[in-house]
């Protein structure tokens, strides 16, 4: 039986790091010119979709399911984000949504024969760095006020918080 603490929090801090993201951009939407918002709509279609897919695929090797429900978060969440910017948006959204997903589930079904604490490491990194990197495209975008410290402190500490249960819990699939 696979030691479920670690996968729960592993899926809790990167999802927190996306929502955190997600709340910034979605608040600046009215700000953002339609190539931003097809850019947050690619952005939170994959990114959900690729969290979903790893932390659940790694865990339980079940690629189809993995796939499966990584594909519904990243549309459910990519089609709203892209749709602020126009049809094309939208688009962008729904097929980031389907190539999150699954590439999350293949991610996560091929790292299951590595060293996963290396990759836990690398993930959270990735997810850290790709939910930054978009509420910094909409702070860009968005000319005007600054990010909230509470907000920001709140990311950095999650990101963080992350990398400490990477290096310190035991991610195992045995």
Sequence with gaps: MVEMLPWIFAFLTAGAMVLLSLYYVY???????????????????TLPGLVVGVVYALPT??????????????????????????????MEGVMAGFMGG????????????????????FFFAVVGLMSFEMAYVAYKENGRGQVPKVMLGAFVLVFLLSILGALVLNYSIT
């Design 102 to 121: 699954t590439m999350g589930a293949m991610l996560g079904f091929m790292m299951r024969f590595t060293n996963l604490q290396l990759f836990m490491l």
């Design 61 to 90: 090797g079940d690629y189809l399911f993995g796939t499966i429900l990584g594909t519904i978060v990243g549309l459910v969440v990519g089609m709203p984000m892209g749709r602020v910017g126009g049809a094309l948006g939208r």
């Design 27 to 45: 608040g600046r939407k009215g700000n953002l010119s339609e190539m931003c918002c097809m850019m947050a709509g690619m952005s939170y279609g």
